[in-house]
Structures are given as C-alpha cells and as structure tokens.
C-alpha cells in the first residue's frame, strides 16, 4: 500500500510564493511508486484547503499519513503548523515545534550559537519603539557603518536591510516596527565572504551529513555580499572556493548549530567567512527546495537527486 504524504505549502506569511515553489518542487519530485502526494494549500488568510476546497486543519491532516512541510516564514518556520501536525499525531519531516522556534528567532538562535561556541556578530536588540532613537544611536557611536537591520523573528531574510548613518537606520528600524516586527536586531557589518552549509540526518550511513558549502558571491564590483544576497543579485558556487579547513570548518559550525537548536532531519545554517574566522547568522530549518534553491544545489553536488532525498525525508518522519 503506498503511503499519502501530504504536501503543505501556500501559508499566511510574506513568502507565501516561494512556499508555493517550494511544495510544486516537492509534488513534482515526491516518488509516485511509493507515495500518492496530497496537496494541502494554505491560503494567505490562514484558511487550509484539500483538493481546492476548504477544509479545516484536522479535516486535511486526518486523510494523510506523513507530511513534508513546504512552508516558508511564519506559521511554518515558527512551529506553528508543527504544533498543528503534533496535536493530530501526524508524523512529518523536519524540526519539531520548539526547534523551529528557536531558530526563527534570531536572538536566540544567537545565543545558542554563542553557548556552543561559534563567534555571531556583535548586536544590539530593540523591542519597544520608545527605545529606537537611543538605540540607534548608540549603535551609530559603538559600530561601524554600515550595519544590517532584521527583523527578529521573521525567518529567512525577509525584511533584511544593510544600511549607514543615523537617519537610514532610524527609518529601517521604524519600517519594521510598522510592519509589524516583535523585535529588531542591528547587527554589525562582518566584511566577508557569505556561506551556507546544510546538514542530513541519516544520509549515507552518517549520523549527520554535511553537505558542500555554498557560496554566496556579490555581482562584480558589489562590496557588500549581504545586500547582493537580499536584492536577489548575487549568484552561488557550489562547492563554494574555500579551503579544505574553512570547508571542514563550516560544516562543522552547520552541524554544531543543528545540535545546539535541537533541529531534527535537515536544516541550513549560513556565516560568514573571514581570513580569520566564521560568523554564525542564521538557520534555516525549512530550505527551499526550487530548482533555483541552495539545498538542492547542495544535494545534487554529492550525487543526491531530490527524489531520492524527499523519499529519504519521508523515511525520517516515520523514523522520528
């Protein structure tokens, strides 16, 4: 008897789209001699639907037996569908509720990085308006211009911007309180070269697989790598052109990042690179999975089809 796997994607966040991509990929890879896929949309309005009509959550989870999430943003990066997923008992691949939590915010993400010992960039953290001029300058007196302004806990890099002087980084922090952001963190500018590296549980005989890292290479003439990767105007190299001991490095990092936020299946951590050491920024702990996506860039560099890895993904649901 095959196995339903239902394929969750759509959601009510600002990468609605590109979750989109992200569960076509996996529809049009998913095996179909061993898995009858189920589509399960979710509008922007937070409303699930099954075979294009509306249906309540335990309606669309209860017709399914695992399920692979293709969510991008809030409600599938924060835990939220997860908690949904947990509370009717259907397994699923990737990080439970409380990891994907973890790694969505930023600030704790960070001080998880710190307590297992990898370097993050120097920051501060605003939460209340009243707070913002303050902050701001004292950012503009203690860093160096300029700087990157996130939002905490939006996931991946929406709403990232790197800007310099008081005035541009007033009116990004603001921006994003107006847009609605728990938080912000200013965070210092790391001249560097930008990395991702993703690790598997499970694959090949490994406890954990690391896979090439990835580098993320402004277009010529772009000094800041940041901004070229926010403005979709940088291009990857995979394997990316570091050293054998700064690949040995990242991949270690990606790893130690994956334990320290008690990730599960797969996730994509991303630094960056300098002479001297590597930052920790972030983790993904749903990669996108599009033909333009890092993870399967990744994936296809060590002769792992996507087919393969999403049977292989199914398996850890069950497993886990």
């Known amino acids: 008897m095959q196995t339903i796997v239902g394929v969750l994607r759509g959601g009510p966040s600002r990468e609605h789209e590109v979750s989109l991509e992200t569960g076509a990929a996996i529809l049009a890879n998913l095996p179909e001699d061993r898995f009858i896929a189920r589509d399960i949309y979710i509008d922007k309005d937070g409303q699930w639907h099954d075979r294009g009509r509306p249906v309540a959550p335990d309606r669309a989870v209860r017709q399914i037996d695992a399920a692979l999430i293709g969510l991008h943003g809030a409600y599938g990066e924060d835990g ?17 509720s409380l990891g994907s939590y973890l790694a969505t915010h930023k600030l704790l993400a960070k001080a998880r990085a710190q307590e297992a010992g990898l370097r993050t960039p120097s920051f501060r953290y605003i939460e209340r308006a009243a707070d913002t001029e303050a902050v701001v300058r004292e ?15 939006w996931g991946s890099s929406v709403g990232v911007s790197v800007v310099a002087g008081y005035a541009p980084v007033l009116s990004a922090v603001e921006r994003l ?17 930008e990395a991702t590296a993703g690790v598997v549980e499970g694959l090949r005989g490994e406890a954990l697989y ?14 800041f790598s940041y901004a070229a ?24 990092a990606a790893k130690v990042m994956h334990r320290a936020l008690g990730l599960r299946h797969y996730s994509r951590s991303d630094f960056i690179v300098t002479p001297k050491s590597v930052y920790y920024l972030e983790t993904n702990t749903l990669p ?24 292989h993904l199914v398996n850890l649901a069950f497993a886990r």
């Open 210 to 223: 690391a896979l090439p890292a990835v580098e993320i290479v402004p277009p010529a003439g772009d000094f």
């Open 80 to 96: 939220e569908v997860q908690r949904v997923l947990e509370r009717f008992g259907i397994p699923y691949a990737g990080a439970d």
């Open 229 to 252: 990767k926010y403005s979709g105007t940088a291009r990857e190299v995979c394997p990316g052109g570091f050293s054998r001991v700064m690949t040995e490095e990242l991949q270690r």
């Open 139 to 153: 950012i503009i007196r203690i860093f160096s211009q300029p700087v990157v302004v996130k939002p905490v806990d």
């Open 288 to 311: 996108g999975l599009t033909k333009e996506s890092l993870f399967p860039k990744s994936l296809a560099a060590v002769g792992v089809s996507l087919p393969d890895f999403l049977s």
């Open 177 to 193: 309180i107006i847009e609605g952001a728990s938080g912000i963190l200013v965070e210092e500018y790391i001249r560097g070269r």
